[in-house]
């Protein structure tokens, strides 16, 4: 396998935190094919989320490209995610006799919306408040003591950016200067301009004292490896996906970090293969790719 990234142009190695080296080589496309060290692909495995659209380098190569490009964040919406997965976790649950939500997020979505010069929002501080008294009465009823609480995020687009926290309308209205910029623009520079509203839910998992967010790996449809996403700058409530985040392996035999795939958390596993499942029935239903 060789592996690239855009910006390099000589054979760049790189050592792991485990001491072991990757070799990263120079990338080029002569006519519809990318080429590696004079070696052409037989297939590219894409590592880029696609916010801004598809790189021009791999536009138009007759390489097949996994994941297909058409399933980048410029053309998909994560509410669009959550409808499939929320049509597959309610079949599930009702096959098994399990309320859906205890497997998922109550979610809202908003659009057009300009942060920067205050625009919109009056529909994302309504949609908190309907969002905050779904979860409270789901609270009620299984005797949860927490404090509802939600994410306003991005509706498309990854990489931690345009996240906020909310517990009530007024967390939105009263969004000052700085924080209604960090919301504005996205990655790659690509305004935010509509946003999910998403229950949130606090972390429980810990790895030596640090909140700890699990990363399900799947192959061929069967969760392969866990990771754990850590900041210890971050609560139980707040999005790691911020300065300080480092990354933990669940298999590195910490007592504290459960194991998702065997035995310690195996619902983690389930989760995972359910967000699959939705994946390809997002594919399908809403005429993405492949």
Known sequence: MQLTAPGINEEMPLET??????????????DDQLVVNGLVADLILLNNDMTGGTPEIVSGIRQPILPDPSLGWYKRRKTTHFDAYNDVVRLFGAEFGIDHWLLSTYTHKCGKINFRERNGLECVAMGVERTIARIARKYEEYGVKETPYVFIKSNYGTYGMGIMTARNAEDVLSINKKARHSMDVIKQGVSNAEVIIQEGVPTADRINGQVAESLIYMVGGAPVGCNYRLNEHRDAYSNLNSPGMTFGHACEGDKEAPDALHGGCPVLGLIAKLAHLAAVRECYDYAYAI
């Open 17 to 30: 935190a485990e001491g072991s080296t990757i070799l990263f080589s120079p990338l080029s496309r002569q």
